[in-house]
């Protein structure tokens, strides 16, 4: 069996196992954690994992936040200006960082206990804006009700979480759903 049909086995026990409720909305944070080569693939099947999460009796939500920066970005008044000079982009633009927080609680609506709200593309954040910073933020301002799930290419360490293996983590604590080595 393949890492990504093993990821897939992984998180369907995961989603099976029955859920607590008492947990603080970090605790309710799942982040699926797979190398970064396999991104694609995770992409290619992704209908996989709603199937576990329905046959477990759950609802399944998606949002792909690709795109997302180039959008905010082409909407954004002074577009012109950073295209002319790009590096007038500064890293962990507040304004980016508000933007995805509302089109990610807009976009995952309204969840309930019993869904997983699931995200994708976590990766194009990479040189943007800190993963850390939009799923804080996210969190603080919007109550998870179910389950949000973050499919991050990456890896763990403990609870230190690092994007692309490219940059210094971050102390998180979610739920890891990983093959294990």
């Avoid at 910073?133 to 949000?148: A, E, F, P, W, Y």
Wanted: hydrophobic share 35%; proline share 3%; with cysteine.
């Amino acid at each position: 069996m393949g890492r990504v049909e093993e990821l897939i086995e992984v998180y369907g026990r995961r989603v099976a196992l029955p859920w607590e409720e008492m947990l603080s909305d970090q605790e309710k944070v799942w982040f699926c954690v797979y190398e970064p080569v396999y991104e694609r693939r995770i992409q290619a099947r992704l209908e996989e994992f709603k199937i576990k999460t329905v046959t477990a009796g759950h609802r399944w939500v998606h949002y792909d936040i690709c795109g997302d920066f180039e959008s905010w970005l082409i909407e954004n008044e002074y577009h012109e200006e950073y295209f002319k000079k790009p590096s007038d982009l500064e890293y962990d633009l507040p304004d980016f960082c508000s933007y995805m927080v509302d089109t990610l609680s807009t976009k995952l609506g309204d969840g309930d206990s019993n869904t997983v709200s699931a995200i994708t593309g976590i990766g194009t954040l990479f040189g943007i804006v800190r993963a850390s910073t939009i799923i804080d933020n996210l969190i603080r301002q919007t109550r998870v009700s179910g389950r949000l799930l973050f499919f991050f290419p990456g890896d763990r360490d403990g609870r230190n979480y690092r994007l692309l293996k490219a940059r210094d983590g971050w102390n998180y604590l979610a739920t890891p759903i990983e093959v294990e080595e």
